[in-house]
């Protein structure tokens, strides 16, 4: 079974920081490109940034450059997104997603709650 | 970055009925390669989004066929021939024609 699990969410200070990992099975994973995606509480879907095949190339939404970094760990199946200098509006379910330009395979998201 | 903008935002439909959501972007999604990365999710409650459509009018694997796609350039139509109760939630599309890749607000759909 193809999936995707996300760990590491949970309640940061402002200003902190949080490492969220990815955990993929199930598919060739070092063959994908990969994408974090988050959703604010009820709000919409924010792509956040994705990283290629061999973690040579990621891209990222403005209002993340400078503070995220994804990177991926291909023996391990495993994709992470570090967060840094993290503020309320970075208050999300993260989704990680199997990126073929569709996104055809999702978790079921981690929470990231940054609050005092 | 392409902003896709989505309307209806909400919309209530009885059962059988069919229902129609456009989506605009705001430059064309062809790419040069002669394809249109644009792509429908649908959002039930309480779940992660699934992917519908790709490439404007390609069912995704296991999507009934009452989903249809269509449009070119800048505009967009998913169309529900006739809505079920299953089809609840929160309708998205999105473009992947360029870096940064974005959504639309989503429409609501619900069941009169």
């Known amino acids: 079974e193809v999936q995707v699990v996300e760990s590491g969410g949970g309640l940061v200070q402002p200003g902190g920081s949080l490492r969220l990992s990815c955990a993929a099975s199930g598919f060739s994973f070092s063959t994908c490109w990969m994408t974090w995606v988050r959703q604010a509480p009820g709000k919409g879907l924010e792509w956040v940034g994705n990283?290629?095949?061999?973690?040579?190339?990621?891209n990222y939404v403005d209002s993340v450059k400078g503070r995220f970094i994804i990177s991926r760990d291909n023996g391990k199946n495993s994709v992470f997104l570090q967060m840094n200098s993290l503020t309320a509006e970075d208050t999300a379910v993260y989704y990680c997603?199997?990126?073929?330009?569709?996104?055809?395979?999702w978790g079921q998201g981690t929470l990231v709650t940054v609050s005092s | 970055d392409i902003v896709m903008t989505q309307t209806p935002l909400s919309l209530s439909v009885t059962p059988g009925q069919p229902a129609s959501i456009s989506c605009k972007s705001s430059?064309?999604?062809?790419?040069?390669?002669?394809?249109?990365?644009l792509y429908w999710y649908l959002q039930k409650p309480g779940q992660p989004p699934h992917l519908l459509i790709y490439e404007v009018s390609n069912r995704f694997s296991g999507v009934p066929d009452r989903f249809s796609g269509s449009g070119s350039g800048t505009d967009f139509t998913l169309k529900i021939s006739r809505v079920e109760a299953e089809d609840v939630g929160v309708y998205y599309c999105k473009q992947s024609t360029q870096h940064p890749k974005t959504f639309g607000q989503g429409t609501k759909l619900e069941i009169k």
């Open positions: 997603v199997r990126d073929f330009r569709y996104f055809d395979c």
């Open positions: 990283i290629n095949q061999d973690g040579s190339d990621t």
């Open positions: 430059q064309s999604l062809l790419e040069r390669d002669g394809k249109t990365y």
